[in-house]
Nanobody, 118 residues
Framework: QVQLVESGGGLVQPGGSLRLSCAAS????????IKWYHQVPGKERQLVAY???????WHTDSVKDRFAISRDNARNTVYLQMNSLKPEDTGAYYC????????????WGQGTLVTVSP
């Protein structure tokens, strides 16, 4: 049973920090690329960061100097450390994995909500 569970969201002031977690079950995260997405209501879901099976990381330009994706293989969990948060970072954050068990589809978690506000 493949499952992704995001957690760690909440209300934070501008300039604050949060660490989001993506806990995986039913597969090993180190064998796949894991991605973090951000979505504002009414807008398209946007890729924020990913970590590949080889450990290579990528972050979109708007968060490159503030966010950091990481992976804890022992916990089978991927994190998104978010620093220097801005109001524009507000929204739902989702993690996803593609093609587990060669099914050619994405798996998504339920999302965790981040609100950056004074």
């Amino acid at each position: 049973q493949v499952q992704l569970v995001e957690s760690g969201g909440g209300l934070v002031q501008p300039g604050g920090s949060l660490r989001l977690s993506c806990a995986a079950s039913g597969f090993t995260v180190s064998n796949y690329s894991i991605k973090w997405y951000h979505q504002v209501p009414g807008k398209e879901r946007q890729l924020v960061a990913y970590v590949t099976s080889l450990g290579t990381t990528w972050h979109t330009d708007s968060v490159k100097d503030r966010f950091a994706i990481s992976r804890d293989n022992a916990r089978n969990t991927v994190y998104l450390q978010m620093n220097s948060l801005k109001p524009e970072d507000t929204g739902a954050y989702y993690c996803s994995v593609y093609n587990v068990r060669s099914l050619g589809m994405d798996y998504w978690g339920q999302g965790t909500l981040v609100t950056v506000s004074p």
